[in-house]
């Protein structure tokens, strides 16, 4: 686990002690019975979804600030960053204000969620770098050393030369210190996927009021943090895909254009694998007003000529550039059945529903008249009950047992939106699918201020009792509707602004709504691992009995480093990262057993066994 460091085996227990050449089975889809989809959390330094074995990629953007140490917290001046977002150059001086400096936040306000142990913080660039909080100590740079961590931290660049500036900093986990080259993605966060069957990315790209409009926009690769505006670069999302074999649902930004939209496409249908499909919707909740998404689209309806209210201007834009968005992937992707092509809706209204797709159909806004192939809403429960209980001066008084009660009162609803939209995708020959689902005990407005509220719906997330109304609403769904089902969402501490997560950090597994899944959804599908196409003596693996190490050996054409994976025999993924062909591989941490290697190379996917004693 994230929380734990292993120590080095002070003997060697086991050797490899042989390898089973020849793996040529099938490959096996799984059974999706109850096809279950998960929206992930947005990258941030406050998240406790770890997502990246190193910290940093998940760090707050640069707070300028006095290099005196006085003045306010964060001056607001904007310091020259170089490509991939480092200071030219530490203290700052602009000849007008004071001299700056640089600091950023990790692991911030996220409590037990924090791994404990000791962290390799790698620093290239000459300068000099302080850290506080969890971790204290300043440093000369260049950098490469272990040190005790005990909470959030706070990193500050105090100098950095013009000649060779601080550049390509890490801030490794515990137990990723040696393996982090090999491994991108923590274990705990791939394990919490193997379950899913698709992953929603409308938050990991932050689709909600971007502001992201051409290709020139997106959070580069090599960025210093992935917690930008912009959203994770694109070639993470691509890489978690295709390490973890789940199907991608994304979306595009409302304001991008054209070119981006090829590019975008383009990326996919390069690196993408080629056995995933990709869910595809035009932004998010186009029809909500709270979204500042809602507002742009009118205005850029009004802008070409389309005429009608405000909200009626949204719809047939979003009926619009669904199309664009849809016609630019078919020509990309001429392999039309990877593509699942979403006209989205809202859960309360099937005459919008209906609405909407009668705009898409309209050669007005679809010229070409490319398909759709499904509708997707959001059916969540409970929505009204926080401010019922507010508006009834209930909050003092209300139980426990009676939020949880509420909440059941609330599933016909739910449950009549779901059989009204069915009912329309029926008749659009559309199938209907669900891009986010579970409970909704929120406030709105000044509400959220009610700490005494605030708490109890907290503990209602907790309660035991939600497991049997979720298994009951997941049911639901799986008998009336059928299709897939995305819960919103994966990690998130609960608060004020709701209690999304189906847990809060990876160590909640006691979590009701994660208990449903495991014992109502989960159950009763099985997990595709890999894609086994290619003669396994292209893959060799030598083991050394001495070191713990293999040499991994792939025999193809290949022009840059391959993803491997690692599983157990249930499906579960151990470790993943990339490797050149020749290079080692340690498997000191690992458990004896039989494992799975896969590698997903542009060539196909190789898989052996292997044997650990």
């Known amino acids: 686990m994230l929380t734990h460091t292993l120590d080095m085996k002070s003997t060697i227990k086991y050797f490899l002690a042989y390898f089973i050449i020849s793996l040529l089975f099938q490959y096996s889809m799984g059974q999706n019975n109850k096809p279950i989809g998960i929206n992930i959390s947005s990258v941030s330094d406050y998240s406790t979804e770890l997502v990246f074995t190193d910290a940093f990629k998940q760090c707050r953007q640069w707070i300028s600030s006095n290099a005196s140490g006085g003045g306010p917290w964060d001056t607001g001046i904007n310091v020259p960053l170089n490509a991939n977002g480092y200071p030219l150059q530490i ?53 490469d050393i272990l040190l005790p961590v005990t909470g959030q931290v706070m990193l500050e660049i105090l100098s950095s030369e013009p000649g060779n500036p601080i550049s390509d900093i890490k801030f490794i986990y515990p137990d990723y210190t040696d393996t982090y080259e090999n491994q991108i993605f923590t274990t705990e966060f791939l394990t919490f996927l193997k379950d899913f069957s698709v992953i929603r990315f409308m938050d990991f790209t932050r689709t909600n009021g971007s502001q992201v409009a051409s290709w020139a926009d997106i959070t580069p690769y090599s960025y210093y943090s992935q917690a930008q505006e912009s959203g994770v670069a694109w070639e993470y999302l691509v890489r978690l895909a295709n390490t973890t074999q789940k199907d991608i649902w994304i979306n595009i930004p409302h304001r991008a254009d054209d070119d981006y939209i090829i590019e ?71 392999e039309d059945d990877r593509l699942i092509r979403i006209i989205p809706s809202q859960a309360a209204n099937s005459w919008l529903t209906n609405q909407l797709i009668t705009y898409f159909k309209d050669p007005a806004f679809n010229p070409d008249l490319v398909k759709a192939d499904a509708v997707a809403i959001a059916p969540y429960f409970g929505g009204e009950v926080a401010n019922v209980i507010i508006n009834n001066h209930e909050e003092n008084d209300v139980t426990i047992p009676e939020i949880i009660d509420r909440l059941e009162q609330s599933l016909p609803d739910a449950f009549e939106w779901i059989a009204n939209n069915k009912e329309v995708a029926d008749e659009h020959q559309l199938e209907l699918i669900c891009y986010e689902a579970g409970q909704h005990l929120v406030a709105t407005g000044n509400n959220v201020n009610n700490t005494v509220l605030t708490n109890k719906l907290i503990a209602a997330n907790h309660d035991s009792a939600l497991e049997e109304l979720y298994c009951d609403y997941m049911d639901f769904w799986y008998q009336h509707a059928g299709g897939l089902l995305c819960h919103f969402s994966s990690h998130g501490t609960y608060s004020k602004w709701g209690s999304w997560g189906i847990k809060e950090n990876f160590q909640d597994t006691e979590n009701p709504k994660y208990k449903a899944l495991q014992n109502c959804v989960f159950k009763d599908n099985t997990v595709a691992v890999f894609t086994p196409e290619n003669a396994a003596e292209d893959l060799i693996l030598f083991p050394n009995p001495a070191d713990q190490w293999i040499t991994i050996l792939l025999h193809v054409p290949a022009s840059g480093p391959f993803v491997y994976t690692l599983f157990d025999l249930t499906g579960s993924v151990i470790q993943t990262g990339m490797l050149h062909s020749g290079e080692r591989m340690d498997t000191s941490r690992l458990s004896n057993g039989c494992y799975l290697f896969q590698v997903q190379h542009d060539k196909g996917i190789f898989v052996k066994k292997m044997m650990l004693y």
């Not at 975008?264 to 035009?282: H, N, S, V």
């Not at 309806?301 to 619009?320: C, D, Q, S, V």
Request: proline share 5%; charged share 20%; glycine share 10%.
């Open 91 to 143: 203290p700052f001086d602009d000849g007008i204000h004071a001299p700056q400096l640089v600091k950023t936040l990790m692991l911030w306000d996220i409590g037990s969620a924090v791994p404990i142990g000791n962290y390799r913080l790698i620093v290239k660039g000459n300068g000099k770098v302080r850290l506080s909080f969890g971790a204290s100590g300043t440093y000369n740079c260049p950098l």
């Open 264 to 334: 975008l496409a383009g990326l996919l249908k390069q690196t993408l694998d080629p056995g995933l499909k990709i869910y595809l919707e035009y932004s998010n909740e186009l029809w909500n007003a709270g979204f500042s998404q809602n507002g742009d689209c009118a205005a850029f309806a009004a802008n070409l000529g389309i005429t009608g209210t405000p909200w009626e201007r949204t719809w047939k834009y979003t009926a619009k550039r669904s199309a664009d968005v849809f016609r630019i992937f078919n020509e990309v992707f001429t």
